[in-house]
């Protein structure tokens, strides 16, 4: 029997039901390979289902001796209250543990995972990166007063020029802008106070990262746009979109650029019924659109995969690692997800934005967890 088959059974919104609720559930092949989880766990992990699945659990979950064996016993319920189980890479946690074998199927368990702790894994992990991404509070004044003087001489510079060059001059100045409050809004109350967010258009966005790049001399594979015309606008902070393309577009361009034919794809689409649990709310927050930057590099070391959104890992000699730090940082807060996944048979690396809609489309049909079909080039 399928995974699917399994869950949902006689009832047809069990996969529904499932994503709706706050707690990390795990359906357990035999073996305790894991074979499907909601989105609050993908978010309580880190990693989304297509990593997830296959598997063993006691490889992302070190229990201690004895709830292993008990857990082991497919048979029998367990239910563990409070107990320190350690996460490879995040230290101890403390968890709340259900494992209950599924009727009718020897050897299928589920298992649920409460983290008694304040924050989820996957935001609890975000921890470091506020503390790391509070550099900006520390330095703000030394940083801000060279952008004014650079934003000054820009607008003198546009007095001077022809219409052309003014069309660049004006750039750095909204650059500057764009940066000097991206500052602002990190020092706000050390990143407790979220972001505003409004209606943003995501292939303006894009648009304007790629053409930030094109102006400060960035060279690499021409962008090539695989848009959807019909996507509405998403919920979002404007120049935390760009800031976020900006990193992508020109991690992936630098990426490819050892390849024969170096290319980079950003496509947008309809990711219906991707949801996670917000950290933020409490409640379930649909993330029905998608932006993939996918470029056709050698990818991340496979070692280094798993923490690549880490402060302080990279792969390259001059960089600090901070990044993808800050567009993991700047995502959460605005309620998205991003992710990352190598295609090893086709060549491709795959980072994938997902945001919410600014307003809901009545009518629109959405299957409760999608599995991130349609892969790329």
């Not at 499932?18 to 990390?24: H, K």
């Not at 880490?310 to 959460?332: E, H, I, M, N, S």
Request: include cysteine; glycine fraction near 10%; hydrophobic fraction near 40%.
């Amino acid at each position: 029997m399928s995974p699917n088959e399994a869950l949902v059974g006689g009832a047809p919104d069990a996969y529904r039901q499932l994503a709706s609720l706050p707690l990390a559930i795990v359906m357990l092949a035999p073996g305790l390979e894991i074979a499907a989880a909601n989105p609050a766990a993908e978010q309580f992990f880190g990693q989304s289902l297509r990593r997830l699945v296959g598997r063993c659990l006691t490889d992302l979950l070190d229990f201690e001796p004895h709830l292993v064996t008990r857990i082991n016993d497919s048979e029998t319920p367990v239910s563990a209250r409070e107990v320190n189980v350690v996460v490879p890479g995040h230290g101890s946690r403390q968890l709340d543990v259900t494992v209950t074998p599924i009727v009718d199927e020897p050897g299928w368990q589920m298992v649920t995972l409460h983290d008694t702790n304040a924050e989820a894994l996957g935001e609890a992990a975000g921890g470091a990166d506020n503390t790391v991404l509070r550099a900006p509070e520390i330095l703000a004044h030394e940083i801000k007063n060279p952008l004014a003087g650079i934003r000054g001489a820009a607008q003198l510079l546009g007095r001077k020029v022809g219409d052309k060059e003014r069309a660049l001059t004006t750039l750095i100045a909204d650059e500057v802008d764009r940066i000097a409050k991206l500052i602002d809004e990190m020092q706000t109350l050390s990143r407790q106070t979220l972001a505003p967010v409004e209606p943003c258009n995501l292939h303006e966005a894009a648009r304007r990262a790629v053409a930030v790049m094109d102006a400060a001399g960035g060279k690499g594979a021409r962008i090539e746009e695989e848009f959807d015309p019909s996507l509405p606008p998403v919920l979002g902070s404007p120049d935390g979109l760009v800031q976020v393309l900006i990193n992508l577009i020109a991690n992936a361009r630098e990426a490819s650029s050892g390849a024969a034919k170096p290319r980079v794809i950003v496509r947008t689409r309809f990711a219906s019924g991707l949801q996670l649990h917000s950290s933020h709310s409490g409640k379930p927050v649909r993330l029905p659109i998608e932006l993939r930057v996918s470029d056709n590099g050698p990818g991340v070391d496979p070692a280094m995969r798993e923490h690549i959104f880490d402060p302080f890992v990279t792969t390259k000699k001059t960089g600090q690692g901070l990044g993808l730090a800050l567009v993991r940082k700047l995502v959460r807060d605005m309620n998205g997800r991003i992710s990352h996944e190598r295609d090893d048979a086709k060549g491709w690396t795959h980072f994938r934005l997902h945001l919410p809609l600014a307003s809901e489309p009545r009518g629109r049909r959405r299957e409760s967890m999608n599995r991130e079909g349609g892969e790329g080039k």
